[in-house]
């Protein structure tokens, strides 16, 4: 019970939450914007996910998805203001969950934006918080723990799923090459020559999904360290592929203590009020700065 939910400073949601709406803003706006173009694709190319089978929603019409991109961008920035959070935040969960299965609708799903979609789920339930709340809780780390699960859930099963579709060599394989030929930058035709370099990355990438569970475990640098590979290797392959990731990207700073980005009054002894909407009988202490 304690792994799952330890005491961590709800600062850090504060912070986590400006990134995460700022980021879903970007998404529905530029880099996943190819749903408003759906609404006029021909109705036998839509595949509904089974989730949208599920809950029985509608294929995507030109009025539907452009009124759907307002309601998200809407509720975004409410929740970006610290308005609402709960409200706010539900309603841009269930709007991104629209908006996306709509979007891999069409034959192609893209796994980086399952730790977003989780982190959009869980993020409201924390509540009000503020960055300079100094305090921590229970219901803050329990939120974080299942968005670092997602996290580490989206590289680890990306290792199974190489495994299942193309076995154990896919680590000496000339995926990367292919890649690189086919939608590579400029950075990357020196890459092209030496295959054997582009199987230590790929054989790099390999070892570390398999073993990203262990980020679960890890603290102080030794966590900052991995956060860091991670972090490089989503620059390198959006520099050599222009794939981003930049959904998983901001999920992953869930691992960082971003509460050190409020700077702290060391003369204010003080604690702010708590949030007009925390839980009687949840635990609320203060954090040591």
């Known amino acids: ?9 709800i600062a850090r949601i504060a912070w986590l939450r400006r990134l995460v709406y700022a980021v879903v803003l970007l998404d529905v706006l530029v880099l996943t914007a190819f749903p408003i173009g759906h609404g006029n694709v021909p109705a036998e190319l839509y595949k509904p996910l089974p989730f949208r089978e599920l809950l029985h929603l509608p294929a995507p019409s030109p009025v539907y998805v452009q009124v759907l991109r307002v309601v998200i961008v809407l509720s975004a920035l409410v929740a970006l203001s610290g308005r609402l959070p709960r409200l706010a935040g539900w309603v841009c969960a269930i709007g991104m969950l629209d908006w996306l299965s709509n979007a891999y609708s069409y034959s192609k799903i893209n796994h980086d934006h399952f730790a977003l979609v989780v982190a959009l789920c869980v993020l409201p339930l924390v509540g009000r918080v503020a960055v300079s709340d100094r305090r921590t809780s229970e219901s803050a780390g329990w939120t974080l723990r299942i968005i670092q699960v997602a996290v580490v859930a989206t590289y680890f099963l990306a290792a199974i799923a190489k495994v299942l579709d193309a076995g154990w060599g896919w680590g000496s394989s000339a995926v990367l090459v292919w890649a690189l030929t086919r939608r590579g930058s400029a950075l990357s035709e020196w890459l092209v020559g030496m295959p054997w370099l582009t199987q230590v990355f790929q054989w790099s990438v390999f070892v570390a999904e398999f073993a990203s569970p262990v980020m679960l475990w890890l603290r102080g640098r030794a966590l900052y360290a991995v956060v860091a590979f991670w972090l490089f290797f ?6 050599l592929l222009s794939i981003h990731f930049l959904p ?16 702290s009054d060391p003369r204010d002894p003080g604690l702010e009020d708590p949030p007009v909407d925390a839980p009687t009988g949840r635990t609320w202490r203060r954090a040591q700065v």
């Open 1 to 9: 019970m304690g792994w799952f939910f330890p005491q961590v400073p």
């Open 248 to 263: 998983t990207v901001v999920c992953l700073l869930a691992f960082l203590p971003l509460e050190r980005l409020t700077r």
């Open 234 to 239: 989503h620059l390198s392959t959006f520099l």
